[in-house]
C-alpha cells in the first residue's frame, strides 16, 4: 500500500545550526501534507503546512519545501534551539480513489536532538 | 473548549478488561479522528467521523475496537477484553471538515495513556 515515511529516524544538531528533516511519500494522489511537532509526553502539535500547487511555505524559522517531482518533503528550521527538540512527523491528506473522504496519514517521525 | 480534549489522561487497566476513552473535539469541528501511537512509534490511523457519513473503519485492528460519535460533538473509542499490545497512546484529533486547507489545521488532543497489566 501507499505510505509515508522518513529518511533519518535521528537527527543530532548543535544549537544554533539548521536543521532539515526529510520525509519521501509515496501516495501521488496526496494533495496536502503537514508537519507535526511532538514533545515528550504530549499530543502532537500543527506546525506548518503546503499545498502540492505550492513547492515552498515559509512561517517563522520553518520553511517545507514539496518536492513533487521526486515525492520529498523537508521541513527546515533555522537556528535550531534547545525547545525544538523532539520527533517530529510529516503527514499527507489524501482522499483513496472512489472514496469521498480525506484520511491523514504519518510518517514514522524523526527525533531532533539539539545540543547546547 | 479551546483544544481538543480526551479522558482519561492515564489509564491502567487488567488484561480482559474493557476501557472506554472519549474525546471532546473543538467546538464546531466536524471531522473526528482517534490514532494509536505505540511507544517509540509513528501514529496508526483507527477511524474517521465527517458530520453524518458514515464512519472510516478501515484502520480498527480488530472487531474488539469500536468507535461511537454523538453528532458532531463527542467521540467514545471503546476496546473490548483488552490485551496487552493494546497499551498505546490514544491519540484524537478533529478539524472544521475533511477538505484539506491551510485554514483546516488538524488539532490533536494530550491523548489517553492505555496500560494494559
Known amino acids: 500500500g501507499e505510505s509515508v515515511g522518513l529518511h533519518l529516524p535521528t537527527l543530532s544538531v548543535q544549537e544554533g545550526d539548521n536543521s532539515i528533516i526529510n520525509c519521501a511519500y509515496s501516495n501521488s494522489a496526496s494533495d496536502y501534507f503537514i508537519w507535526y511537532k511532538q514533545e515528550s509526553g504530549k499530543g502532537p502539535q500543527f506546525i506548518i503546512d503546503?499545498?502540492?500547487?505550492?513547492d515552498k511555505r515559509q512561517g517563522q524559522r520553518v520553511t517545507v519545501l514539496l518536492n513533487k517531482t521526486v515525492k520529498h518533503l523537508s521541513l527546515q528550521i533555522a537556528a535550531t534551539q534547545p525547545g525544538d527538540s523532539a520527533v517530529y512527523f510529516c503527514?499527507?491528506?489524501?482522499?483513496?480513489?472512489?472514496?469521498?473522504?480525506?484520511?491523514?496519514?504519518f510518517g514514522k517521525g524523526t527525533l531532533l536532538t539539539v545540543n547546547p | 473548549g479551546a483544544g481538543v480534549s480526551q479522558s482519561p489522561s492515564n489509564k491502567v487497566t487488567e488484561k480482559g478488561k474493557d476501557v472506554e476513552l472519549r474525546c471532546d473535539p473543538i467546538s464546531g469541528h466536524t471531522a473526528l479522528y482517534w490514532y494509536r501511537q505505540r511507544l517509540g512509534q509513528g501514529l496508526e490511523f483507527l477511524i474517521y467521523?465527517?458530520?453524518?457519513?458514515?464512519?472510516?473503519k478501515s484502520g480498527l485492528p480488530s472487531d474488539r475496537f469500536s468507535a461511537e460519535r454523538t453528532g458532531e460533538s463527542v467521540s467514545t473509542l471503546t476496546i473490548q477484553r483488552t490485551q496487552q499490545e493494546d497499551s498505546a497512546v490514544y491519540l484524537c484529533?478533529?478539524?472544521?471538515?475533511?477538505?484539506?486547507?491551510?485554514?483546516?489545521?488538524?488539532?490533536f488532543g494530550e491523548g489517553s495513556w492505555l496500560t494494559v497489566v
Open positions: 503527514a499527507e491528506n489524501s482522499r483513496p480513489r472512489g472514496g469521498s473522504n480525506y484520511k491523514l496519514t
Open positions: 484529533a478533529s478539524s472544521r471538515s475533511s477538505f484539506p486547507s491551510s485554514g483546516n489545521t488538524i488539532y
Open positions: 503546503i499545498r502540492s500547487n505550492m
Open positions: 467521523f465527517q458530520g453524518n457519513s458514515a464512519p472510516d
